[in-house]
């Protein structure tokens, strides 16, 4: 499962990453004083420094990372944006009651206009596109399962989602697999490396400090103030974020009670011919992801390729998130098998960047929040919804560091924890008796007696 040695640097086997033009990072030295310090300069970190200068303009914020801002999972997932804030509309219903789900509904769908907005008032080229997404089905249960995706989606208000047929589903995108599909029509793709670089800019436009490659060792409580320690600096302030996600275990040990350091794995085709294009369709440009509990997603780049990835997450024990874990040989070749099964016309298709990026899982499949010793807000969990969550969490975030009153901060998602997973070594154990429980469901099995229990009880464990 572990990298050997020689594989390739995050930096150059992540297609996003080696993207970003280079530029020398500032590193904090010294002492430094400020209103607010975040950790972390992914787009939680990112989003909360925006709405903390929007909520009060004078602020002085400075923003932590050890690496280069989007150096974890925001710059290394796969660029698809959904308008939902729980992992589906039936379980946001299950998680909090439809009165709840109907907001968070609201909310999500507000939410992307509210970044495709920003994105063009702000003059920043994210690669954004509201191509829409498929949800492709495999098999008849699939689609019964894509229907009742639909009607949860009507009973929480949103009405424009449409169950495609087989032949509507092969003219998008041509796969022997394909028996027809759910379009969302309003989700989106985007470039989170180009996002990502779009923030920190109005950020630093806005006179928040940065400092890259200062990385964060420590934490001291001297009367009303926080002092962050980094390996060159420090930075005391009034209150701190923590915006750290998967990563939140290094700093402070006790929230991995509440989530689950997982890593997926993408891999990234060489660009298409016009003949290899023409042989599956694709015109629509939609993303894609199936049916299945562990399921595959995929799009398509501006250059031309292939993006495609799974959502049957590693966990490593010892809840291991470090660099040694960016690439699994077993996970890749498995990626290029399912892909010649979903594609056969491109068996041939070569993937010169593959690699694996950290997501903490929730059992609620849900961010959660909180405070830490009073001054030190956190968020994290987005089970691999980030693109669009982050920005709410923002929001949530910057409401919370400044104790300012918001309707969000009413929400049962901010006020309720999700429900904590065991300590190791009972951790692993049940990983592994849910993933191959989950496998059997997805070769055509009936859930068991363990599935159906943690059902009762709103926990999941796939991303």
């Not at 998680?95 to 920043?124: K, P, Q, T």
């Not at 509990?293 to 959502?311: C, E, H, K, Q, V």
Request: proline content about 6%.
């Amino acid at each position: 499962m572990v990298s050997e040695p020689s594989r390739p640097p995050i930096a150059q086997s992540c297609y996003w990453l080696a993207q970003r033009a280079s530029r020398e990072p500032e590193p904090l030295t010294g002492e430094l004083a400020a209103d607010v310090a975040i950790v972390g300069a992914g787009f939680t970190g990112l989003w909360t420094a925006l709405f903390l200068k929007r909520l009060e303009p004078g602020l002085t914020v400075v923003v932590l990372d050890g690496e280069l801002a989007g150096y974890g999972a925001s710059g290394r997932n796969a660029g698809i944006a959904g308008e939902t804030i729980d992992h589906s509309h039936e379980l946001a219903i299950a998680h909090f009651g439809l009165d709840e789900a109907r907001e968070l509904a609201r909310l999500g769908r507000a939410n992307l206009d509210e970044m495709e907005a920003f994105l063009a008032e702000r003059g920043i080229d994210a690669g954004w596109d509201r191509a829409g997404q498929l949800t492709v089905a495999l098999n008849a249960e699939h689609l019964a399962a894509l229907e009742a995706m639909r009607r949860a989606a009507e009973r929480v208000g949103i009405g424009d989602l449409r169950v495609l047929s087989a032949e509507e589903t092969q003219a998008e995108l041509a796969s022997p697999l394909y028996r027809g599909a759910l379009l969302s029509p309003r989700n989106a793709l985007v470039n989170p490396i180009r996002l990502i670089e779009g923030l920190r800019a109005e950020a630093l436009r806005l006179r928040v400090r940065i400092a890259e490659r200062s990385a964060v060792t420590g934490f001291a409580f001297p009367r009303d103030r926080v002092l962050v320690s980094t390996d060159r600096g420090s930075v005391t302030a009034r209150r701190v974020v923590l915006a750290t996600n998967a990563y939140s275990h290094h700093l402070f040990p006790r929230l991995l009670a509440r989530f689950l350091p997982l890593y997926d794995y993408i891999l990234v085709s060489e660009p298409l011919t016009a003949a290899q294009r023409a042989e599956i369709g694709w015109r629509n440009r939609r993303g894609v992801v199936d049916a299945r509990t562990f399921f595959n997603y995929y799009r398509p780049t501006d250059d031309g390729r292939i993006l495609f990835g799974t959502s049957e997450a590693v966990y490593y024990p010892g809840n291991r998130v470090d660099p040694a874990c960016d690439h699994s040989a077993a996970h890749e070749a498995s990626l290029r098998e399912s892909f010649r099964r979903h594609f056969p016309s491109l068996a041939g298709l070569s993937f010169p960047f593959a690699w694996g990026g950290p997501i903490a899982s929730t059992t609620r499949l849900t961010p959660f929040f909180g405070l830490l010793e009073g001054r030190v807000a956190y968020g994290l969990g987005y089970t691999g919804h980030g693109i669009g969550s982050t920005r709410v969490a923002g929001q949530i975030l910057a409401h919370l560091t400044l104790e300012r009153r918001s309707p969000l901060l009413d929400l049962s998602l901010v006020r309720h924890p999700p429900f904590p997973y065991p300590p190791e070594p009972l951790r692993r154990l049940a990983v592994a008796a849910v993933t191959r429980s989950l496998r059997r469901v997805d070769a055509g099995g009936r859930p068991g007696l363990l599935l159906r229990a943690l059902e009762r009880m709103g926990i999941g464990f796939s991303s």
